[in-house]
């Protein structure tokens, strides 16, 4: 029911916005988020918006670089990626759930991943 898009390569300190879109009649009830996974590391959390759009959370490694927002009439969801960095490299993730958690196994809903990858 998530359909993420909008990665690709990019060099670092430039930019990506990602975009997720669901086909579920239940996406403005949902929290919706963000998580990424790196070669060979666990997969953790980026950012989180909650169903009205009024809250956002972030992860400290990407806080001041990422915006997240929602459009629930469009039934979609972007991450906007500034200041890119080698780090950041990783399949990202979007999700869904029903409450706010940086846990990766409390969401339910995953999108099938868009890679990203930042060059120095």
């Known amino acids: 029911q998530l359909q993420a898009s909008g990665g690709g390569s990019v060099q670092a300190g430039g930019s990506l916005r990602l975009s997720c879109t669901s086909s579920?009649?239940?996406?403005?009830?949902?929290?919706v988020g963000w998580f990424r996974q790196a070669p060979g590391k666990e997969r953790e959390f980026v950012a989180a918006i909650s169903a009205t759009g009024s809250s956002t959370y972030y992860a400290d490694s990407v806080k001041d670089r990422v915006i997240i927002s929602r459009d629930n009439m469009k039934n979609t969801m972007a991450l906007q990626m500034d200041s890119l960095n080698v780090g950041d490299t990783a399949v990202y993730y979007c999700v869904a759930g029903w409450v706010y958690f940086t846990d990766p196994k409390r969401y339910p809903y995953w999108g099938q991943g868009t890679k990203v990858t930042v060059s120095s």
């Open positions: 579920g009649d239940m996406f403005s009830s949902l929290i």
